[in-house]
T-cell receptor, first 115, second 113 residues
Framework: GAGVSQTPSNKVTEKGKYVELRCDPI?????LYWYRQSLGQGPEFLIY????????DSGLPNDRFFAVRPEGSVSTLKIQRTERGDSAVYLC?????????????FGPGTRLTVL | AQTVTQSQPEMSVQEAETVTLSCTYD???????LFWYKQPPSRQMILVIR??????QNATENRFSVNFQKAAKSFSLKISDSQLGDAAMYFC??????????FGKGITLSVRP
């Protein structure tokens, strides 16, 4: 497809489990962003990739959260030892350049529920 | 650090009428961009309009326009001739140059037929 896609659309897991969330950016977009949107809140920045490298990971809440983008396209957000407080919608966005370019295109998000 | 404040949690407008959504922000940067995003129930954030801080002229996109007051750090969105499809969450966002995007808490807009 032409837009940003994210899988799965919904993920239910149990406290303490490991989860992976996937993001497929728009083809050719070098910049990729992850955000977390808790209920009733706006999205909060987690991490930004320029190509394969994480240019800014200052938004990752703790060391249970990790993200990779090994080939500069698809990215995976990994959460270890999930906690109920991790329940949120995780949004991915991409743009054709880095932070100097205006528009980020967003995917539909993955709703993560930790029981 | 930057902050974005949307103090109205929800608003309602009659179809075909005009509504204004408020937003204030704070940043120490002189070069930045401001955005309004729409998030329907499908969750996908859609860019509605953007404003470069160095431009004095208010941005306009069809029925959507902004009132950018730089000195007051205010950035409101006006929706004219409201349509049922405008019903959604609206987020104001700020991005200083070479920095990350910061969103407000959002406002739920409902449109009455």
């Amino acid at each position: 497809g032409a837009g940003v896609s994210q899988t799965p659309s919904n993920k239910v897991t149990e406290k303490g489990k490991y989860v992976e969330l996937r993001c497929d950016p728009i083809s050719g977009h070098t910049a990729l962003y992850w955000y977390r949107q808790s209920l009733g809140q706006g999205p909060e920045f987690l991490i930004y990739f320029q190509g394969t490298g994480a240019a800014d990971d200052s938004g990752l809440p703790n060391d249970r959260f990790f993200a990779v983008r090994p080939e500069g396209s698809v990215s995976t957000l990994k959460i270890q030892r999930t906690e109920r407080g991790d329940s949120a919608v995780y949004l991915c966005a991409s743009s054709s350049e880095g932070l100097n370019y205006n528009e980020q295109f967003f995917g539909p998000g993955t709703r993560l529920t930790v029981l | 650090a930057q902050t974005v404040t949307q103090s109205q949690p929800e608003m309602s407008v009659q179809e075909a009428e005009t509504v204004t959504l408020s937003c204030t922000y704070d940043t120490s940067e002189s070069d930045y961009y401001l955005f309004w995003y729409k998030q329907p129930p499908s969750r996908q954030m859609i860019l509605v309009i953007r404003q470069e801080a160095y431009k004095q002229q208010n941005a306009t996109e069809n029925r959507f326009s902004v009132n950018f007051q730089k000195a007051a750090k205010s950035f409101s969105l006006k929706i004219s001739d409201s349509q049922l499809g405008d019903a959604a969450m609206y987020f104001c966002a700020l991005r200083p140059a070479n920095s990350k995007l910061t969103f407000g808490k959002g406002i739920t807009l409902s449109v009455r037929p």
